[in-house]
Structures are given as structure tokens and as C-alpha cells.
């Protein structure tokens, strides 16, 4: 990205305001003012760049949410057998029981492979403008499909995954349920959508920052609201903001000072990878940041364990902020308050394979599929 662009970058996340992304200013779903009135100078600046997390998911287009569907990808996101292995699961790489993450640098995938990026967490990302770093899947029926055909993931293709979910009676007659009036409702599409609708409802509302939004202003202490003052004021929330806090456009990493080689990979180029624009070289997705304090480690590189030494680092290589100790353990301490309250989701008991299901297959070299990039 040019330096000119630099600059508007840096000039509009230093006015504390977004750039390539508005704020919103009252929850999904919801009508301007629907939020209590509230007098406090730092809760009215907060509503005007973030909003709390509904405690209800969104519509989805295109893919209204049901019991039967949402159920139904419930057990999908659980199932290992859509891996060629029988081994790997949505929940290996987004555990549900670790804020959505699996708390390593980056995935171990089929044949003990690692992959390329830090996987994201699953909760709350239904609100992210694009899936993946980069955002090459445009919502979350998309990015299902990606893992299961990636060799280095979950190494499937979409006919044996198709193959294996038609062997399996139970799965036949759910699919029915959740896609009514379809005259072939198990496609690879249909399981990405019912995946879609389960992970839809992964929200973590009623964290103390969404109270204080509410207008409970106790809900945050004296050092964490100093640290949203700052998070306001240097510019943190020109990429951070929004319902997610994050998610809502693409920046460069970088636009200051380049991290070291380890954080930012100089052979992962983000974005450029998706767009082939030379200005979207070293440019990624906003990671959100709601359950951060749950989710390390940070970054794509997945390079950083502590919070502190992350907010060190984004002062420095976007803001070209040098944060005193003080204005650091500020930051992290609104960054904990975060933390909402975590969905409950009771396992759910499979249906067994037939004979006509296929068996898993530990081959690095089969059954196939692409490399994610």
C-alpha cells in the first residue's frame, strides 16, 4: 500500500474513527435509540463506535435459521467423519469449550500438517464482513466448505463428504427436516448452510463493556475505562469497532512500523493473495476482539502469547505510539472486560455409519483436496 494511503489510515484511526468500515451505532437488528439514555461523556463516545452483542443471532440471507437446521449443524461442526480421517472436526481447530480457538500458533491438521494461519475464533464471527484473514469466504456457509477440502485441514472432497452424511439414515431424514421441500437436501452446499445456522447462534453477550454500553456504568472499573478512553483516543478503534469490535474491514499490518519477520511472515501477503492488488499486500481482516483475554495466541502468524506484548506491538506498527507500561496494562485490563458469557452447547450423540459408509483414510496424499492458502 502506498504511504499517501498510510497517512489517511493513520490520520483517521488517530480521530478514533473507522476507516474503510462505519461503526454502528445501535445493536443488529435494532432502531437508533433503542439503547437506555444515558448522560456519561464515555459511554455516550463508546455507543457511537461499538455496540453490545445480541443476545439472539442475526438473519442470515438466504438461510433462515430453524431448530431443525440449527441442530442439525450442531452435530455436523461436531462430526469428524467429514474429514478423510475421521479424526478431525470443525471443534479440533474452533473448540467450543476454549472460546472457539485451539490455543495453538497455528491448526494441526490431517497427517499432523500445519496450517498456514491462526484460526480465528467461531464465536460471534456470523458479525465479521468476510471470513478467513484474508476474507476470501464471504460468510460462514463459505468458509465451512474451505477446511473440509483442504488438504492440510481436513483433507475431504465434497463427494465423500456427501457419500458419507447419505449412508447415514439418520442424517438423511435431518437433512429433510432442516431443508424442507428440497427434492435432494443432502448436497455439500446444504451442510455448509446448516453449519452456517449453528455457528450463527455461537454469541457471547452480556460482557461488562456490553453492560456498560447498556448503561451500567459501574460494570467497568476505574483502570478499564481509562483504557477504553485510551482505546478510544489513540486510534485503536479506527480498525476495532462495531458490534465485534473488529471484523468490519481490512487493514494493513504495518502502516507505521513493520513487525518482525516472525509476527508478520513476509511470505504471507493477506489480502493480495485473494485480490492480486499490489496495495493490498501484508493487509488482513480486523480480528475481532471480544473474548480476546480467552483467544491468545495473537495474530495471523499466531507469533504472540501475552496481551501485553499484542497491544505493545499495535501501538507501535499502527499507531507509531510508543504506550507507557501504564497506558498498556490500561488497555488490557477494557480488553478483559470483553469477555461475555459463553455459549453452553451439550455434545450431541451421532448417528452411526452403515457399510456403505466410507472408511477413514489416514493418507497424507488422499482422498485429496486443495492446500489452503
Given at each position: 500500500?502506498?504511504?499517501?494511503?498510510?497517512?489517511?489510515?493513520?490520520?483517521?484511526?488517530?480521530?478514533?474513527?473507522?476507516?474503510?468500515c462505519a461503526p454502528e451505532a445501535s445493536p443488529p437488528g435494532g432502531e437508533p435509540?433503542?439503547?437506555?439514555?444515558?448522560?456519561?461523556?464515555?459511554?455516550?463516545?463508546?455507543?457511537?463506535?461499538?455496540?453490545?452483542?445480541?443476545?439472539?443471532?442475526?438473519?442470515?440471507?438466504?438461510?433462515?435459521?430453524?431448530?431443525?437446521?440449527?441442530?442439525?449443524?450442531?452435530?455436523?461442526?461436531?462430526?469428524?467423519?467429514?474429514s478423510s480421517s475421521w479424526l478431525i472436526s470443525c471443534n479440533t481447530c474452533?473448540?467450543?469449550?476454549?472460546?472457539?480457538?485451539?490455543?495453538?500458533?497455528?491448526?494441526?491438521?490431517?497427517?499432523?500438517?500445519?496450517?498456514?494461519?491462526?484460526?480465528?475464533?467461531v464465536l460471534n464471527a456470523v458479525?465479521?464482513?468476510?471470513?478467513?484473514?484474508?476474507?476470501?469466504?464471504?460468510?460462514?456457509?463459505?468458509?465451512?466448505?474451505?477446511?473440509?477440502?483442504a488438504s492440510v485441514e481436513m483433507n475431504n472432497t465434497p463427494e465423500r463428504a456427501v457419500q458419507t452424511l447419505r449412508s447415514i439414515p439418520e442424517y438423511v431424514m435431518r437433512f429433510q427436516e432442516a431443508f424442507p421441500g428440497e427434492a435432494d437436501p443432502v448436497t455439500f452446499e446444504n451442510m455448509a448452510r446448516a453449519?452456517?445456522?449453528?455457528?450463527?447462534?455461537?454469541?457471547?453477550?452480556?460482557?461488562?463493556?456490553?453492560?456498560?454500553l447498556m448503561g451500567e456504568v459501574t460494570a467497568l472499573d476505574e483502570k478499564q475505562k481509562e483504557g477504553l478512553a485510551l482505546f478510544i483516543n489513540k486510534g485503536c478503534a479506527g480498525c476495532h469497532n462495531g458490534v465485534n469490535i473488529g471484523g468490519t474491514g481490512y487493514f494493513p499490518f504495518g502502516v507505521v512500523q513493520r513487525p518482525d519477520a516472525d509476527i508478520l511472515p513476509p511470505d504471507d501477503k493477506g489480502r493480495y493473495v485473494v485480490?492480486?492488488?499490489?496495495?493490498?499486500?501484508?493487509?488482513?481482516?480486523?480480528?475481532?476482539?471480544?473474548n480476546?483475554?480467552?483467544?491468545?495466541?495473537?495474530?495471523?502468524?499466531?507469533?504472540?502469547?501475552?496481551?501485553?506484548?499484542?497491544?505493545?506491538?499495535?501501538?507501535?506498527?499502527?499507531?507509531?505510539?510508543?504506550?507507557?507500561?501504564?497506558?498498556?496494562?490500561?488497555?488490557?485490563?477494557?480488553?478483559?472486560?470483553?469477555?461475555?458469557?459463553?455459549?453452553?452447547?451439550?455434545?450431541?450423540v451421532l448417528p452411526p455409519h452403515t457399510p456403505d459408509t466410507p472408511l477413514p483414510d489416514l493418507r497424507v496424499n488422499g482422498p485429496g483436496g486443495a492446500k489452503a492458502p
Open positions: 500500500m502506498r504511504r499517501d494511503l498510510f497517512a489517511v489510515a493513520l490520520s483517521a484511526m488517530l480521530a478514533g474513527v473507522a476507516w474503510g435509540g433503542q439503547l437506555p439514555p444515558t448522560d456519561d461523556p464515555l459511554v455516550q463516545q463508546a455507543r457511537s463506535l461499538f455496540s453490545p452483542i445480541p443476545k439472539d443471532p442475526p438473519a442470515l440471507p438466504g438461510n433462515p435459521i430453524t431448530a431443525p437446521k440449527v441442530e442439525l449443524g450442531k452435530m455436523l461442526y461436531f462430526d469428524p467423519r467429514l474452533h473448540n467450543l469449550g476454549l472460546a472457539g480457538v485451539d490455543l495453538l500458533e497455528t491448526s494441526v491438521g490431517h497427517g499432523w500438517q500445519k496450517g498456514p494461519r491462526n484460526a480465528p475464533t458479525f465479521n464482513v468476510a471470513q478467513f484473514w484474508d476474507g476470501r469466504a464471504a460468510d460462514l456457509a463459505e468458509q465451512a466448505q474451505g477446511p473440509v477440502q453449519i452456517e445456522a449453528f455457528e450463527a447462534t455461537l454469541l457471547t453477550p452480556n460482557s461488562p463493556f456490553d453492560r456498560f485480490t492480486r492488488s499490489p496495495n493490498d499486500e501484508y493487509v488482513f481482516k480486523s480480528p475481532s476482539l471480544r480476546i483475554a480467552l483467544t491468545p495466541p495473537y495474530f495471523h502468524s499466531g507469533k504472540v502469547w501475552d496481551l501485553t506484548e499484542a497491544v505493545r506491538i499495535m501501538g507501535a506498527a499502527q499507531l507509531g505510539a510508543e504506550l507507557t507500561d501504564d497506558e498498556v496494562l490500561a488497555i488490557v485490563a477494557f480488553l478483559r472486560s470483553l469477555t461475555g458469557d459463553q455459549p453452553v452447547v451439550t455434545y450431541p
